[in-house]
């Protein structure tokens, strides 16, 4: 991604570009090449767009309304982030026990309950803080998948409820609260993590891929939704699965260091209100990895890769243009997402690496190793959600195989130590033959 300065020089000259349109064919008999090319890609009359340097489209049917829209997904993408805040305040000074019901609260959301966000957006105020004035109906556990999770043969329902029920029984006891092994289970395997990222891969990153963009072409794109819509139901689609991206409308406008750093950093008041607006003023998980491997990687822009894939596909959906282009388009944000989830987990594959060599020493921190073996398995079980994804099964259940069940605490220099770094670097070789990554990325990330 582009320095600051230059990505605002860039979006200044877009935003002049994207303010002239051009005109479909009218109905003089002479035909010239523009009219022709025009033909091909729209009906006569229609007013054709430039790819914008922003998410924001306007209503092909409603003058002056946008046609973006996608709510819900914001709303899943804070429960999916506070569900993380509230265990991980189980570790820290001052913590109360909680039940299993606590955290059902946010995964099994009930708008009766009327709950306010606990996510903070730095020193700004948020335009909504409840989840039921951002949208109406949205829970987790409606739009989780169904399908097992590879190296455990249960779905990520029954995964997350059994975790939970560890959570809140290692809350009760006095020893455990108020540290990290509240949400560490009997095998060193931190819950917190695995929670979040088998929730990222089996809710989001699976309703992107796997539900709006693997069923867009059988959305019609040539109608308002339901007559009355601002947007086709192909729009619509389009703009859920960007929504479970959960990048800013002007995501652009951030660096990789402000995605990788704190929340005064990936949020930003950009219509001056001195609110943040959730929907489009604010940076979820997936973007926020997005910018943190390109951050520490070289050589990668997978946050101009998605982002230009989703502005891309969405302008040629409101042009009304070629399904050959758009399932392009399609296939690019899929794949792009893939890599930041498989960047993610080579990435916790070093930092693991690294935790197990100082296993013995003075320098031993088993906590930074239960989170990032945790954060490295995690991310490998996201991985299946994707029908478009470049990793096949058989070498996904091969990682499994090799990282198995739970971190490994054996003495570096010993036999059962040295098998498990050589198994850990196998992992990483299958990783590269599966996404093409640089040595220097596979080492470095």
């Known amino acids: 991604m582009k320095t600051f300065t230059e990505r605002i020089l860039w979006m200044a000259v877009l935003l002049l570009v994207t303010s002239l349109f051009i005109v479909g064919c009218g109905d003089d008999d002479e035909t010239d090449v523009a009219d022709l090319l025009l033909e091909e890609e729209a009906t006569a009359g229609t007013t054709l767009i430039d790819v914008p340097p922003?998410?924001?489209f306007d209503?092909?049917?409603?003058e002056g309304e946008s046609s973006v829209a996608y709510s819900g997904q914001t709303v899943r993408n804070l429960l999916l982030q506070d569900l993380k805040i509230l265990i991980d305040s189980l570790g820290k000074d001052g913590a109360q026990p909680i039940a299993v019901q606590d955290m059902l609260n946010l995964y099994a959301y009930d708008d009766a309950l009327n709950l306010q966000s606990l996510t903070i957006a730095g020193a700004l105020s948020v335009l909504e803080s409840h989840y039921s004035a951002i949208s109406t109906g949205k829970s987790l556990d409606g739009k989780i998948s169904g399908d097992p999770v590879i190296g455990y043969n249960r779905t990520a329902d029954d995964l997350v409820r059994e975790w939970f029920q560890v959570i809140a029984d290692n809350s009760q006891n006095p020893d455990k609260l108020g540290?990290?092994?509240?949400?560490?289970?009997?095998?060193?395997?931190?819950l917190t993590q695995m929670i979040n990222k088998v929730l990222i891969g089996a809710v989001p990153y699976y309703q992107a891929t796997g539900v709006y963009l693997n069923g867009l072409l059988e959305r019609d794109n040539s109608e308002a939704r339901n007559g009355t819509d601002p947007y086709t139901a192909m729009e619509h689609g389009w703009d859920e699965a960007f929504g479970y991206f959960g990048a800013a409308r002007d995501y652009f406008r951030y660096t990789d260091e402000q995605l990788a750093g704190k929340t005064d950093d990936y949020t930003f008041d950009s219509n001056g209100d001195g609110r943040i607006d959730f929907k489009s003023e604010?940076?979820?998980?997936?973007?926020?990895?997005?910018?943190k491997r390109d951050k520490g990687g070289s050589g990668v822009d997978l946050t101009r890769e998605i982002f230009d894939a989703f502005l891309r596909g969405r302008t040629l959906i409101a042009n009304q243009g070629t399904e050959v282009d758009i399932i392009q388009q399609r296939q690019l944000?899929?794949?792009g997402m893939e890599k930041v989830i498989a960047a993610t987990v080579v990435h916790y594959i070093n930092?693991?690496?690294s935790d197990m060599s100082d296993l013995g020493t003075d320098a031993e921190n088993r906590v930074n190793l239960n989170k990032h073996w945790a954060e490295m398995k995690g991310f490998t079980v996201a991985l299946q959600y994707n029908p478009f994804k470049l990793i096949g099964d058989g070498q996904l259940r091969e990682l499994h195989g090799i990282m198995g069940q739970a971190p490994s605490y054996d003495a570096p220099g010993s036999p059962a130590h040295d098998t498990t770094v050589r198994n850990y670097n196998r992992a990483k070789d299958v990783l590269q033959a599966a996404y093409g990554f640089s040595a220097a990325n596979m080492a470095n990330w």
Do not use: K, Q
Request: proline share 3%; charged share 15%; glycine share 8%.
């Open 54 to 56: 922003a998410y924001v």
């Open 59 to 62: 209503s092909r049917f409603v």
């Open 179 to 190: 540290t990290p092994a509240v949400y560490t289970d009997d095998s060193g395997v931190d």
């Open 282 to 291: 604010y940076n979820f998980g997936l973007s926020r990895n997005a910018g």
């Open 333 to 335: 944000a899929a794949n």
């Open 351 to 353: 930092d693991t690496l």
